[in-house]
């Protein structure tokens, strides 16, 4: 029995669009190719860019493309306990700080913090207009990427865990999200490659062992442009499923035996082709979708 549990934990900021079908795609493969679980967790911890409506967009892209997760789909606006939890268990090992310096005012300052700003203790009580910050302990990060190989990454900036305006910061949610769900293995874009050392930092001040990180490539425009809301990236397409799919396999140059008939007949070939050898080892790939 394998253990592999992974995920898809996108942001409810809009419908999917080609970059993130090929983001739940790709780790989908990873984790049915493992015989591994793959669950769904809806990231909206921050409720000012969550778009209302977003996450059932995902969900209906998702089941018409018959990538269907295992377990209950969960929710970070659900799940504050845990932040808090996991706040004062750092807070009690003193790997936390109340700063209200915006990031503006410390790279004006050389990244250099404010006297007030309490480096040594914790103030329990809950301060306004402070945020609360991570003191990172060293600088320089190592891991054996899943696709990129040995990876080695300089991180200098004391980071946020939980904003002024009182929302959990991403890095402490999906960290204490990925540690309660046990997910074992993270495949996600390089676009997300900088919070690696980050997370791999509260791992280690939580006690708890890093899962195997493997980062692929973005999907960038004709310009070079990764593909997203900002650079008007299209929703996908819900009426063209099999289409979509076989858009994507030839992006990986994934060599299917017969075309399919139906989306659960591409992804069960796709499955049993799979490897991740299929994955390009950069940063991006361009992608220019049929009209
Ligand atoms: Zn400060």
């Given at each position: 029995?394998?253990?592999?549990?992974?995920?898809?934990?996108?942001?409810?900021?809009?419908?999917?669009?080609?970059?993130?079908?090929?983001?739940?795609?790709?780790?989908?493969?990873?984790?049915?190719?493992?015989?591994?679980k793959?669950?769904?967790?809806?990231?909206?911890v921050?409720?000012?860019r969550?778009?209302?409506?977003?996450?059932?967009?995902?969900?209906?892209?998702?089941?018409?493309?018959?990538l269907?997760?295992?377990?209950?789909i969960?929710?970070?606006?659900?799940?504050s306990?845990?932040?808090?939890?996991?706040?004062?268990?750092?807070?009690?090992?003193?790997?936390?700080?109340?700063?209200?310096?915006?990031?503006?005012?410390l790279?004006?300052?050389?990244?250099?913090?404010?006297?007030?700003?309490?480096?040594?203790t914790?103030?329990?009580?809950e301060?306004?207009?402070?945020?609360?910050?991570?003191?990172?302990?060293?600088?320089?990060?190592?891991?054996?990427?899943?696709?990129?190989?040995?990876?080695?990454?300089?991180?200098?900036?004391?980071?946020?865990?939980k904003?002024?305006?009182g929302?959990?910061?991403?890095?402490?949610?999906?960290?204490?999200?990925?540690?309660?769900q046990?997910?074992?293995?993270?495949?996600?874009?390089?676009?997300?490659?900088?919070?690696?050392?980050m997370?791999?930092?509260?791992?280690?001040?939580?006690?708890?062992?890093?899962?195997?990180?493997?980062?692929?490539?973005?999907?960038?425009?004709?310009?070079n442009?990764?593909?997203?809301?900002?650079?008007?990236?299209?929703?996908?397409?819900?009426?063209?499923?099999?289409?979509?799919?076989l858009?994507?396999?030839?992006?990986?140059?994934?060599?299917?035996?017969q075309?399919?008939s139906?989306?659960?007949?591409?992804?069960?070939?796709?499955?049993?082709?799979?490897?991740?050898?299929?994955?390009?080892?950069?940063?991006?790939?361009?992608?220019?979708?049929?009209?």
């Open positions: 029995m394998s253990l592999y549990r992974g995920r898809f934990a996108p942001s409810p900021t809009g419908p999917l669009h080609s970059g993130s079908l090929f983001a739940a795609l790709v780790s989908f493969l990873e984790a049915r190719s493992n015989q591994g793959w669950l769904l967790r809806i990231e909206n921050d409720a000012q969550e778009q209302a409506n977003a996450h059932r967009s995902i969900i209906e892209t998702l089941q018409a493309h018959s269907i997760w295992d377990e209950e969960s929710f970070q606006s659900e799940r306990h845990l932040y808090e939890h996991a706040l004062k268990q750092l807070a009690d090992q003193q790997y936390t700080f109340q700063c209200p310096c915006s990031r503006k005012q790279k004006e300052r050389n990244g250099v913090h404010l006297e007030t700003c309490n480096k040594q914790i103030n329990q009580k301060l306004v207009n402070f945020a609360t910050k991570f003191k990172l302990l060293k600088t320089e990060f190592s891991w054996e990427d899943g696709i990129l190989g040995k990876k080695h990454i300089t991180c200098q900036n004391d980071f946020v865990l904003r002024k305006e929302f959990y910061a991403y890095q402490l949610a999906v960290v204490c999200d990925d540690i309660a046990n997910i074992t293995h993270i495949v996600r874009g390089s676009d997300l490659l900088d919070s690696t050392p997370q791999l930092a509260l791992y280690n001040a939580l006690k708890v062992p890093p899962p195997k990180f493997s980062h692929f490539p973005v999907l960038v425009n004709s310009q442009q990764k593909l997203s809301k900002q650079t008007f990236a299209q929703a996908v397409n819900n009426h063209t499923p099999l289409k979509n799919l858009e994507l396999f030839t992006l990986l140059k994934l060599p299917l035996p075309k399919p139906t989306t659960e007949e591409a992804l069960k070939m796709a499955i049993k082709l799979w490897d991740k050898h299929y994955i390009p080892a950069t940063n991006t790939l361009k992608h220019m979708p049929s009209v």
